[in-house]
């Protein structure tokens, strides 16, 4: 009896991957609408107004003492363990590995590069963006704070925006921007979120960021996602180039391993004048025959006519040690009398 195999729910998911379509053509690119001007906009304030309050030193600046001096890592230290390794997912190096692993499987699968250059693209503005930040305000940390209240800007350290919780937007939020449909969109966007934020908010349990740092880091994440729809053209631009380029190599690699074809061989017109230029013969033409060869001077025989030559005498090599047999010494013939 054959009997079917039930199919777990990873098989499902993994058929019904199979069955996308290569390259998709209705494929939804989140383009630079008023709605997006709008957030981009207002996330640009409220990025500033994060800088203006930490330099004036604020109510935000006192509120981040008093979480230092609360120290969540001692009121709850029995999650410290788990949180030590969750805010993995926002260090650059391990996320990056594994998104771009998923991305380059989606352009293999699309026949495109554009997820893979998006991404790139993505970590290149935070990497320009939120280091020149950090180099160009130079906030200590909690752990290096010098005076107790202070805003502890200009003293060469790095920690302002948070660079944790900023890559944990990016990286994250890129899945959601580069989504195939809407809904799918939505569904990685909450995720995406819920992600960036703890991340954000483990860095100041752990004690490593203030959490001014954290909330600048949310804001220069998102802008970089609002962003990107700016980038698009480049990036198709850039795509069409790297493709351009593939199928000239390719072109360039076929053409010098096929053979080149023989040039036609100029052939004189039989009976033709001596001034007349010969015409081309083409290429798989029938040939002329053959003159025939030339023969020295005298008469010939034709092989037909000629008498066949016999050897005469045996075709035995001779023998040295074996000298001629006597005629008495004759066989008798079968059934004759016998001496």
């Given at each position: 009896m054959r009997t079917e195999r039930n199919l777990t729910r990873l098989d499902r998911v993994f058929a019904r991957?199979?069955?996308?379509?290569?390259?998709?053509?209705?494929?939804?690119?989140?383009?630079?609408?008023?709605?997006?001007?709008?957030?981009?906009?207002?996330?640009?304030?409220?990025?500033?107004?994060?800088?203006?309050?930490?330099?004036?030193?604020?109510?935000?600046?006192?509120?981040?003492?008093?979480?230092?001096?609360?120290?969540?890592?001692?009121?709850?230290?029995?999650?410290?363990?788990?949180?030590?390794?969750?805010?993995?997912?926002?260090?650059?190096?391990?996320?990056?590995?594994?998104?771009?692993?998923?991305?380059?499987?989606?352009?293999?699968?699309?026949?495109?590069?554009?997820?893979?250059?998006?991404?790139?693209?993505?970590?290149?503005?935070?990497?320009?963006?939120?280091?020149?930040?950090?180099?160009?305000?130079?906030?200590?940390?909690?752990?290096?704070?010098?005076?107790?209240?202070?805003?502890?800007?200009?003293?060469?350290?790095?920690?302002?925006?948070?660079g944790h919780t900023a890559n944990a937007v990016v990286t994250w939020g890129i899945l959601a921007y580069l989504a195939s449909?809407?809904?799918?969109?939505?569904?990685?966007?909450?995720?995406?979120?819920?992600?960036?934020?703890?991340?954000?908010?483990?860095?100041?349990?752990?004690?490593?960021?203030w959490l001014s740092d954290v909330l600048l880091g949310w804001a220069a994440g998102l802008l970089i996602l609002l962003a990107l729809p700016w980038v698009e053209p480049l990036i198709d631009r850039i795509e069409g180039w790297i493709f351009d380029v593939r199928e000239s190599l390719r072109r360039r690699r076929t053409g010098a391993s096929a053979p080149a074809a023989p040039l036609p061989a100029p052939v004189p017109r039989p009976g033709a004048p001596a001034d007349e230029p010969p015409v081309l013969e083409p290429v798989g033409a029938a040939r002329p025959a053959r003159a025939p060869a030339y023969l020295a001077p005298g008469p010939h025989t034709p092989r037909s006519e000629r008498s066949p030559v016999t050897p005469a005498g045996s075709r035995r090599p001779p023998h040295s040690e074996r000298g001629s047999r006597p005629a008495s010494s004759a066989r008798p013939m079968a059934g004759g009398p016998t001496s």
């Open positions: 991957l199979d069955r996308e379509p290569e390259r998709p053509a209705g494929l939804d690119v989140p383009r630079m609408s008023r709605h997006r001007i709008v957030l981009f906009s207002a996330t640009l304030a409220f990025y500033l107004a994060i800088v203006v309050a930490v330099l004036t030193t604020s109510w935000l600046v006192r509120f981040d003492w008093q979480v230092m001096f609360f120290r969540p890592y001692q009121q709850w230290p029995e999650i410290h363990a788990f949180l030590d390794y969750w805010v993995v997912l926002g260090q650059r190096g391990p996320t990056a590995v594994m998104v771009a692993a998923w991305l380059g499987w989606r352009s293999w699968r699309q026949h495109t590069i554009r997820p893979l250059l998006m991404f790139g693209a993505s970590l290149l503005l935070l990497n320009v963006t939120v280091g020149a930040a950090k180099i160009g305000m130079g906030r200590l940390g909690p752990h290096y704070a010098t005076t107790i209240g202070a805003h502890e800007m200009g003293l060469g350290g790095d920690i302002f925006p948070s449909t809407p809904v799918t969109r939505r569904y990685l966007s909450a995720l995406s979120a819920v992600v960036s934020l703890s991340v954000g908010l483990t860095t100041v349990y752990l004690g490593t960021h």
